[in-house]
């Protein structure tokens, strides 16, 4: 356990399942100790109403969630060096994020977070991978960071 940098940058491939998930669980767990964010490689995709349906069990609202890429938040000012973390949950969003930041200080971590989407049958079924997904964010989170002042 290391510790709370004063902001974080999550990110994976569309900015709809994962790093909302890592963001809106952040919050939950640290409040406003930090400043966080996500973003994706591309943000085709609207939030994904199985991420909404597990967090909301957590009591994490997710349904406002707009998805942004990494080129949008260019594009709207954001500099990724005002960050002190950037947290790539898959290999494209790591990929990416390396790339943009080749002339920074800036420290790139990969956590290797399922994705879910996709797997699974029935609704149950689906719901159960969106949990495991979103307690691998939720226990990768406590091991790096401990438990914030929000949850104590």
Not at 61 to 70: D, G, I, N, V, W
Not at 75 to 93: E, N, T, Y
Not at 120 to 141: M, N, V
Request: charged share 30%.
């Amino acid at each position: 356990m290391s510790e709370l940098p004063q902001s974080i940058l999550f990110c994976c491939d569309h900015n709809s399942v994962r790093s909302p998930m890592a963001e809106g669980l952040s919050k939950k767990l640290y409040g406003t100790e930090i400043y966080l964010q996500s973003a994706g490689v591309k943000s085709d995709l609207d939030i994904d109403g199985f991420a909404v349906a597990v967090c909301e069990e957590m009591g994490i609202e997710l349904s406002r969630h707009k998805s942004r890429s990494f080129d949008e938040m260019e594009q709207w000012g954001d500099d990724l060096s005002s960050f002190d973390l950037i947290v790539a949950l898959s290999p494209a969003s790591q990929r990416r994020a390396l790339e943009l930041t080749r002339h920074s200080h800036l420290e790139v971590e990969y956590w290797p977070i399922m994705d879910p989407t996709g797997l699974g049958e029935t609704r149950e079924d689906r719901l159960l991978y969106y949990r495991q997904a979103r307690d691998q964010i939720r226990t990768k989170l406590i091991e790096r960071f401990g438990l914030g002042k929000a949850t104590s």
